[in-house]
């Protein structure tokens, strides 16, 4: 288990300063269901972390409790050094700064693609018309979508959609984006196009934390693998050692069940 120490003792050194998400033995019950237990995780800015680990085992819990869309029963989350409010203005606040992209879209069906990337900055951001309108476009061009802007999200595919979700999530200028299974309700063929605007993402500096069952992206684009089963962060490591090494068992069984199907 040594390993295990040394790349932390590692990225604590050089990440502790920098960190923009820090979660604290942070504890999470659903009834009598202990979902997240006792977890310890920093994430530092410009980083992207995966989250990986079989179904039931708290990835999602975990990517909600980062903007509050599940509460914490112990234990404390930071963002930009600010511990996450309960509620009110202040919750609204982080959340901007937060943005997230869910399994199913959560566009607003009545609003077309433009008003859709338009809105946050509107109500939450404040601000003006024209620069909102300004940012939309140019977002909506940058995850290849830009001829879609007067369609309604009904009128496109679940790639365009999602495409579009990322878009309104980066309208806002948050500081981390999280993604939570962003390509899991996905067919086949329109997974790439979503997961090429991820990596471009990445490739740009966005500090993610990255939900998926999508190896190959977890292999090219995350700074760092977070394995969890059960509830807990199992083992952590760069990609290259967590593909070609993994150090739990539980771990290389879930390894060999999704590699070698």
């Given amino acids: 288990m040594s390993g295990v120490s040394v790349t932390k003792d590692v990225r604590d050194a050089a990440g502790a300063a920098d960190d923009l998400v820090v979660l604290n033995n942070v504890n999470k019950h659903f009834g009598a269901l202990h979902v997240l237990q006792d977890i310890d995780l920093s994430i530092a800015r410009g980083e992207v972390v995966v989250v990986i680990g079989p179904s039931g085992s708290g990835k999602s819990t975990l990517c909600r409790t980062i903007n509050r869309l599940e509460t914490i029963d112990s234990g404390s989350i930071t963002v930009d050094g600010k511990v996450l409010p309960s509620e009110g203005r202040e919750l609204a606040r982080l959340r901007a700064d937060v943005g997230m992209v869910f399994q199913s879209f959560n566009l607003f069906a009545h609003k077309t693609v433009l008003q859709n990337v338009m809105l946050g900055q509107l109500k939450v951001r404040k601000t003006d018309q024209t ?131």
């Fill in 131 to 261: 620069a909102a309108l300004e940012k939309a476009k140019s977002l909506l061009d940058r995850v290849g979508v830009g001829s879609q802007a007067d369609k309604y999200p009904a009128q496109l595919s679940g790639g365009q959609q999602q495409r579009v979700a990322i878009a309104r999530a980066l309208a806002m200028d948050p500081k981390v984006m999280l993604f939570d299974e962003p390509t899991s309700a996905l067919d086949p063929e329109m997974i790439n196009e979503v997961l090429e605007v991820m990596q471009q993402l990445a490739r740009e500096g966005m500090t993610m934390v990255v939900v998926t069952h999508e190896m190959g992206f977890a292999r090219s684009a995350a700074n760092r693998v977070v394995f969890m089963a059960d509830g807990k962060i199992v083992e952590e490591a760069t990609p290259e050692q967590f593909f070609s090494n993994p150090r739990s068992d539980r771990a290389k069984d879930f390894l060999s069940k999704i590699l070698h199907h």
